[in-house]
């Protein structure tokens, strides 16, 4: 089974410009997550997905940030415009369910991005 | 709201030696709690979790964790370390929030394993 995919892997940016990230989960998992994980700290939800409807995204800075996850498949995350302090790892997850407790989390291996 | 602490940055233990990460947490309801691992430019990857029943799970590459819900802990334990062990570790929880149940992640614990 594939794992989740996410793209690009690197990405270098000046600050003011703008970022888009891309995240194919685990092929029929419903629910899906975006996560911001700065350096030395855990990661941060930043926007949870049940199929193409948004279930929390109280984290999420929305006036750069912005998410959608069309047909309830894959998703992009986008940052306009990008700061300094958004230079982190952005990791997608996806779970099988329906955002319930007991959900095991499967993360791809990240987007990191550094803001010049 | 819900939170995670992981007390210890760093723990070192010597390999064959047994081992323990610690996490608290704090979240209303019945929690559900996550151990996952991180290792050098990889995604987290699940270890185990509790979710009711026995207190003492049991999950990947020998690890196990016990929950006690008097403490509100989960700590992460193994009887006897390897080097492949180093790595970071990240202890979650679920609680629910506003009708759903949202993950919130500790800061993380490195393992140092020393030959």
């Known amino acids: 089974e594939a794992g989740v995919a996410q793209s690009p892997r690197y990405k270098i940016i000046e600050k003011r410009q703008s970022v888009a990230f891309w995240c194919n989960p685990i092929s029929g998992h419903a629910t899906l997550y975006w996560y911001q994980q700065i350096l030395g700290q855990g990661p941060k939800l930043l926007i949870q997905?049940?199929?193409?409807?948004?279930?929390?995204d109280s984290q999420l800075p929305k006036d750069r940030f912005s998410a959608e996850r069309l047909k309830g498949v894959d998703s992009t995350l986008k940052i306009q415009p990008a700061k300094l302090e958004d230079s982190a790892v952005y990791l997608c997850?996806?779970?099988?369910?329906?955002?319930?407790?007991?959900?095991?989390?499967?993360f791809g291996p990240g987007t990191r991005l550094l803001v010049l | 709201a819900q939170s995670v602490a992981q007390p210890e940055d760093q723990v070192n233990v010597a390999e064959g030696n047994p081992l323990t990460v610690k996490c608290t947490y704090s979240v209303s309801g019945n929690p559900y709690l996550f151990w996952y691992v991180q290792y050098p430019n990889r995604g987290l990857q699940f270890l185990l979790k509790?979710?009711?029943?026995?207190?003492l799970v049991k999950g990947s590459y020998g690890f196990e964790a016990e929950f006690n819900k008097s403490q509100t802990s989960f700590h992460l334990k193994k009887p006897s370390a390897l080097v492949s062990d180093s790595a970071l570790y990240f202890c979650?929880?679920?609680?629910?929030?506003?009708?759903?149940?949202?993950?919130?992640f500790g800061r993380g614990t490195s393992l140092i394993v020393h030959p």
């Open positions: 979650a929880v679920r609680g629910l929030s506003g009708g759903s149940y949202i993950p919130t």
């Open positions: 509790y979710i009711t029943g026995d207190n």
């Open positions: 997905f049940q199929n193409n409807g948004v279930v929390d």
């Open positions: 997850a996806s779970s099988a369910g329906l955002a319930g407790g007991a959900e095991t989390q499967y």
